[in-house]
């Protein structure tokens, strides 16, 4: 049996997954029929959060079904990178001293992301 502990997954892993299989259904779907489309061993609830706080970032949307809901992507096109960068925004908001969060940011940055950064923001160097 394996431990609890090595089949977590990172928040944004199963974001994507999740995503990824709503996309793929093409239509609107329950937490339920995510959890089944997963083919994982998953708990509903862990779905339902999941979708929730897909639908609280902005990257799905829900209608009434029964007495739950059914989730669908906001998007026709997979935004993977979208995700990223909202998830990256909610962090630097979640700390009061942006100054610092950021500074240590670009200071773990390899060296060929910190020239991606750079060419970012000084277009005019590139």
């Known amino acids: 049996m394996t431990d609890a502990k090595d089949e977590r997954r990172p928040a944004g892993e199963l974001e994507a997954s999740v995503l990824a299989a709503l996309w793929a259904a093409g239509t609107s779907q329950t937490p339920g029929q995510v959890q089944l489309s997963l083919g994982r061993h998953l708990a509903r609830t862990t779905v339902t959060t999941i979708l929730s706080r897909l639908h609280d970032k902005g990257v799905v949307d829900r209608r009434r079904e029964g007495r739950g809901y059914a989730y669908f992507p906001v998007r026709d096109v997979p935004d993977t990178h979208g995700l990223t960068a909202r998830r990256m925004h909610s962090e630097l908001?979640?700390?009061?001293?942006?100054?610092?969060?950021?500074?240590?940011?670009?200071?773990?940055?390899?060296?060929?992301?910190?020239?991606?950064l750079r060419g970012l923001l000084e277009p005019g160097d590139r």
Do not use: G, K, M, Y
């Not at 942006?98 to 991606?116: C, G, H, K, N, Y």
């Open 93 to 116: 908001d979640r700390d009061s001293d942006r100054e610092t969060v950021l500074a240590r940011f670009v200071a773990q940055l390899s060296p060929d992301d910190e020239r991606i």
